[in-house]
Each structure stands twice: as structure tokens, then as C-alpha cells.
């Protein structure tokens, strides 16, 4: 993460289309196993999805239960919380030219 990038603490489902479409790129897996945890300024224990574009680094308010049900609830994926391949393929085509996807693309193909 650079630090020089505001940081954003938003709903998942305030957020545009574009923005969602980008996130399940990244998270092709779902969300759960990729949320993270910090204690807010009043000790209240905060669970984000974090989320790098190329000007704001994102913090997307969820719980665990809410993660998993918002990819059960999506139908760009299949019954076992994978995005679907055309769906995958269909946003890397349409978002490849933003180096905040590509990059984040290419780290998960090195996996």
C-alpha cells in the first residue's frame, strides 16, 4: 500500500458498477478469506475488504457474514464462490488497461 494515497472507508455497495466489476477481479476467490481486521480510534473492531486503485486506497466496510453473502448473492459467481470464468474474462478484457488491475492480475498469476 503507499501511504501517500488517501484512504477511502466506504459501503461495497456504494460503490459503482466499474468499481464492484474491478473488485471481483481482484477477488476471484470472494471476499471472506481476504478481509481485514483493525480496532478504530474508540476501540471498535473494524472489518474491512481492502481495495488499491491507482488514486485512493479502499477499505470497504463488511463482516465476515456479509462477505459471504454478498458473493452467494452475486451471479458473476458460481456455487462455490469462484467469479465464473467468462465473467473473468469479460473484466480483464475491459479493465486491462488500468495498471491498477493489471498489476494486481499479474501478482496472483506469479501465486
Same mark, same amino acid.
Given at each position: 500500500?503507499?501511504? $501517500?494515497?488517501?484512504?477511502?472507508? @466506504?459501503?461495497?455497495?456504494?460503490?459503482?458498477?466499474? !468499481?464492484?466489476?474491478?473488485?471481483? !477481479?481482484?477477488?476471484?476467490?470472494?471476499?471472506?478469506?481476504?478481509?481485514?481486521?483493525?480496532?478504530?480510534?474508540?476501540?471498535? =473492531?473494524?472489518?474491512? !475488504?481492502?481495495?488499491?486503485?491507482? *488514486? =485512493?486506497?479502499?477499505?470497504?466496510?463488511?463482516?465476515?457474514?456479509?462477505?459471504?453473502?454478498?458473493?452467494?448473492? %452475486?451471479? *458473476?459467481? %458460481?456455487?462455490?464462490?469462484?467469479?465464473?470464468?467468462?465473467?473473468?474474462?469479460?473484466?480483464?478484457? @475491459?479493465?486491462?488497461? !488500468? *495498471?491498477?488491475?493489471?498489476?494486481?492480475? $499479474?501478482?496472483? %498469476?506469479?501465486?
Amino acid at each position: 500500500m503507499t501511504n $501517500s494515497k488517501p484512504k477511502v472507508i @466506504k459501503d461495497y455497495n456504494k460503490l459503482d458498477k466499474e !468499481l464492484q466489476e474491478q473488485i471481483k !477481479l481482484i477477488y476471484t476467490d470472494g471476499f471472506a478469506d481476504n478481509l481485514i481486521h483493525f480496532f478504530d480510534k474508540n476501540g471498535i =473492531k473494524i472489518t474491512v !475488504l481492502p481495495f488499491e486503485t491507482e *488514486d =485512493k486506497y479502499y477499505m470497504l466496510r463488511m463482516t465476515e457474514n456479509e462477505a459471504v453473502t454478498l458473493i452467494d448473492n %452475486d451471479d *458473476d459467481y %458460481d456455487d462455490d464462490g469462484f467469479l465464473k470464468n467468462e465473467v473473468k474474462q469479460d473484466y480483464e478484457d @475491459k479493465y486491462a488497461e !488500468l *495498471d491498477h488491475i493489471a498489476d494486481q492480475i $499479474s501478482d496472483d %498469476d506469479e501465486d
